[in-house]
T-cell receptor, first 113, second 111 residues
Framework: GQQLNQSPQSMFIQEGEDVSMNCTSSSIFNTWLWYKQDPGEGPVLLIALYKAGELTSNGRLTAQFGITRKDSFLNISASIPSDVGIYFC?????????????FGTGTLLAVQP | NAGVTQTPKFRVLKTGQSMTLLCAQD?????MYWYRQDPGMGLRLIHY???????AKGEVPDGYNVSRLKKQNFLLGLESAAPSQTSVYFC??????????FGPGTRLLVL
């Protein structure tokens, strides 16, 4: 099945550093979502984007809906140890026949205190 | 408001045994989904439902059945478990498919 290309696959950073990750698709979406999954838990929604070019923040997190509608970006500023986890992007065409989410392959983030 | 809950949290089965995973949501969501998550494979959609009494196949439906008799519940059944079904299963729900909210997962080991 289709999966979105997410990069980088993993990041190992020092506490306080900023983080950037992105997600690309071969097809366009009208909705982009970013989730975080802690070890042993289910994915938790971080940010939802509904419009091309939209820039949305949630605390230290900022995400952007790419102008081409085929990509999205997530930035985390001033990382802290609790940012550790796997970050997934997901795209969908809300209002379509099934509204199924297509998930990215995930970015594993490790933060060194 | 508990959100999305899943029962059980962990289960061990022998090959050929059957079981049912229960997902419940208290957010009055119309859509519900079952995913499996395997290392290196990400989240893959098994079955989904767009409303009470409806079900549809996802990306990897073989070996699974589902039922949505009540709006708040979505059941995933394994009739004859196989080792290939060892995985972590996640349920999710959404109002009308826009943003999905996930449960904590059920870890299944088939021996």
């Amino acid at each position: 099945g289709q999966q979105l290309n997410q990069s980088p696959q993993s990041m190992f950073i020092q506490e306080g550093e900023d983080v950037s990750m992105n997600c690309t698709s071969s097809s366009i979406f009208n909705t982009w979502l970013w989730y975080k999954q802690d070890p042993g838990e289910g994915p938790v929604l971080l940010i939802a984007l509904y419009k091309a070019g939209e820039l949305t923040s949630n605390g230290r997190l900022t995400a952007q809906f790419g102008i081409t509608r085929k990509d999205s970006f997530l930035n985390i500023s001033a990382s802290i140890p609790s940012d550790v986890g796997i970050y997934f992007c997901a795209g969908t065409n809300y209002g379509g026949a099934t509204n199924k989410l297509i998930f990215g392959t995930g970015t594993l983030l490790a933060v060194q205190p | 408001n508990a959100g999305v809950t899943q029962t059980p949290k962990f289960r061990v089965l022998k090959t050929g045994q059957s079981m049912t995973l229960l997902c419940a949501q208290d957010m009055n969501h119309e859509y519900m989904y079952w995913y499996r998550q395997d290392p290196g494979m990400g989240l893959r959609l098994i079955h989904y439902s767009v409303g009470e009494g409806t079900t549809a196949k996802g990306e990897v439906p073989d070996g699974y059945n589902v039922s949505r008799l009540k709006k708040q519940n979505f059941l995933l059944g394994l009739e004859s478990a196989a080792p290939s079904q060892t995985s972590v299963y996640f349920c999710a729900s959404s109002y009308y498919g826009e943003t999905q909210y996930f449960g904590p997962g059920t870890r299944l080991l088939v021996l």
